[in-house]
């Protein structure tokens, strides 16, 4: 099953991925742990940054958005070829690792990626982008992972908490057309940017209050 599909979303229970118990454990995490994780991990780079390899705080600083900076732009590319791919070819791997979080939005345990997965990640991204800039990894992969871990917040709070009276709402909004009107729009999640430089902007409805609604009960439906 593809979240292409469009089924309607299940907000109680959780679906399964593997039939192994310790396999599916294995695809579960509380948000905290990733959260607390790269926030620990980029404190070390850009201490051994700064204390080791002798960058000024400007440098670092810099390195550090441009990092948060380019993970916007990988989180939309990977939501959007990766997760919902083009091809059937993908669909198995797709629904393994995002379609069932389609199927169950408001699984708590399934809202970050497992953190062994994602050190794998972070690891391979640590060796591309050294060989991309040299010792000018340690403030930019920081950002990069602090752009991760901000995207783990956001994710979560859209799908947990009732959508907020302010200029936050936005993000819940847009990632709920996302899973309940428009599954191939509005790929960012942490942020719009990127679907309107890319022409994945929602398609408006023709009553925008009615979409608004739609989109508020989806998140919280209580």
């Not at 169950?104 to 800039?133: C, E, G, N, T, V």
């Not at 996302?178 to 990127?194: E, K």
């Amino acid at each position: 099953m593809s979240a292409k599909k469009n089924r309607r979303p299940k907000h109680k229970g959780s679906g399964t991925i593997f039939k192994n118990p310790i396999l599916e454990q294995l695809t579960k995490t509380h948000i905290a742990i990733p959260l607390t994780l790269y926030t620990i991990i980029s404190s070390c780079l850009i201490y051994y940054g700064i204390i080791e390899k002798g960058f000024t705080t400007p440098v670092m600083i810099l390195l550090f958005f441009a990092g948060m900076f380019v993970f916007t732009l990988v989180e939309y590319l990977m939501h959007r070829y990766l997760y919902h791919p083009q091809t059937e070819k993908m669909e198995e791997f797709s629904h393994k690792v995002h379609g069932v979080h389609h199927d169950y939005p408001k699984d708590k345990k399934r809202l970050a990626m497992p953190p062994i997965l994602a050190l794998i990640l972070a690891s391979f991204f640590f060796i591309i982008y050294r060989a991309m800039m040299g010792d000018y990894v340690f403030g930019f992969l920081a950002g990069f992972l602090m752009g991760y871990t901000g995207y783990l917040a956001i994710h979560y709070s859209v799908h947990i908490f009732k959508v907020p009276g302010n200029f936050l709402k936005i993000l819940w909004h847009h990632h709920a057309i996302h899973h309940y009107r428009q599954p191939d729009r509005a790929f960012g999640v942490s942020s719009p940017l990127w679907d309107y430089i890319f022409g994945t902007m929602p398609e408006l409805l023709e009553d925008k209050k009615k979409q608004q609604a739609k989109a508020g009960e989806f998140i919280d439906p209580s």
